[in-house]
């Protein structure tokens, strides 16, 4: 499990964080067209450069604090 390793590798002043993901659009621009995140008008996917943005925003964290799990979804996902 992902706290497991956190705890180990905390010592070595490794961070470990976990990120879950809603649907991301899969296109080959990072910011794809709205016609790609939307669906009906409802906003259904992320883009990469949100996902990316994910990663960046743990990675920029001060040294010493750990941002441990993060959730990101659109706000209207098909389930």
Request: hydrophobic residues 45%; proline residues 6%; aromatic residues 6%.
């Amino acid at each position: 499990m992902w706290v497991s390793l956190r705890w180990e590798a905390a010592p070595h002043g490794v961070h470990v964080g976990f990120i879950t993901l809603g649907a991301v659009a899969n296109e080959a621009e990072p910011t794809p067209d709205s016609a790609s995140v939307y669906t009906d008008k409802k906003r259904d996917r992320l883009s990469r450069d949100e996902a990316a943005d994910a990663v960046l925003f743990m990675l920029s964290r001060p040294a010493g604090v750990n941002v441990d799990e993060m959730g990101l979804t659109p706000l209207k996902q098909i389930v």
